[in-house]
């Protein structure tokens, strides 16, 4: 069984983590948690986006990092144990395709895919994680995002990784949600407020050498959603920047690369470093303006 990290009593300056979402490559949130933890650093808020929901509500529940790590590698591990749950998970049945021009054989029902996936210490609810927890959804009729941060955990991290063509659509409170990043994928914006340090972790990735042959086309509709992710962080950052902003070299993995998931993990090792040295320097920058202040108001 994972071992629970205890709840440490938050600094002046503490940390609110956005893990963003970006498929396979959001395997590299491992390694940030994994540095955060070396580091003593406890978030105090954590808010995520599709992979980054799944990631996130799972290190609120109490796991640590290096053991999140160890269980998603031993997960992906056997390939045909993966494909075997998957299948469970499924929505439909290949009659579909032709019994109803709408359905869909791999269409995938989230939250059965978390009831199989997700490590066993994950809580049934919001409000019982050992950390303040958040994810974003799409209202796919409102036409823009939507908050999860109460009542059934598994309800809102299934809304929000419910990416079209893939997931299925999840219905609650009477609306109809998919997935968060395609109006917020990386929500650090939802952070905005308190005097926390605010770190958020890109995974959407940039530009890749160009392969020789055009993607498949799962892969093409899962690379389109990457590729407008991209594009939404880039504005929302010419707006306002979190405090710390790092951006795992995962760039060259797809979405769906879940079993390179070592590869992925290796490739994310620089991370450590840039987080720490961007880290150090925002907790001193907000620690001489609190001092500051201080002196101002006496």
């Not at 066993?120 to 974003?136: H, T």
């Not at 939507?146 to 999840?170: I, N």
């Not at 407008?228 to 760039?251: H, S, T, Y």
Request: aromatic fraction near 6%.
């Amino acid at each position: 069984m994972p071992h629970r990290l205890h709840r440490a009593e938050p600094p002046d300056h503490a940390v609110a983590l956005a893990l963003g979402g970006g498929g396979a490559r959001g395997l590299a949130h491992l390694v940030v948690l994994e540095t955060l933890d070396e580091l003593g650093v406890r978030p105090t808020r954590i808010i995520g986006t599709s992979m980054g929901a799944i990631v996130g509500a799972a290190y609120a529940s109490g796991v640590s990092g290096k053991d999140l790590r160890k269980y998603a590698l031993e997960r992906l591990r056997d390939r045909g144990r993966v494909m075997a749950l998957l299948l469970q998970a499924r929505v439909g049945k290949l009659t579909d395709l032709f019994q109803r021009g709408f359905g869909n054989p791999v269409l995938v029902d989230a939250e059965k895919f978390l009831d199989l996936f997700w490590p066993e210490a994950v809580p049934d609810l919001f409000e019982e994680l050992s950390i303040r927890f958040s994810c974003v959804a799409t209202d796919y009729y409102a036409r823009c995002d939507a908050l999860f941060d109460s009542g059934p955990l598994v309800t809102g991290v299934a809304a929000s990784m419910a990416v079209p063509g893939l997931v299925r659509p999840v219905v609650a409170n009477g609306r109809v949600y998919i997935d968060g990043g395609a109006t917020n994928p990386l929500p650090f914006d939802h952070l905005d407020g308190g005097n926390e340090v605010i770190v958020a972790v890109d995974v959407a990735g940039g530009t890749v050498e160009t392969p020789k042959f055009p993607p498949e086309p799962m892969e093409t509709l899962f690379g389109a959603s990457l590729i407008m992710q991209g594009a939404i962080v880039a504005e929302k950052l010419k707006a306002r920047a979190p405090d710390v902003l790092v951006r795992p070299a995962v760039d060259g993995f797809r979405g769906l690369d879940f079993f390179k998931a070592k590869a992925i993990l290796q490739a994310a090792e620089p991370v450590r470093e840039a987080l720490k040295r961007q880290l150090d320097a925002a907790i001193g920058a907000a620690e001489r303006g609190l001092t500051d202040a201080r002196r101002r108001s006496s």
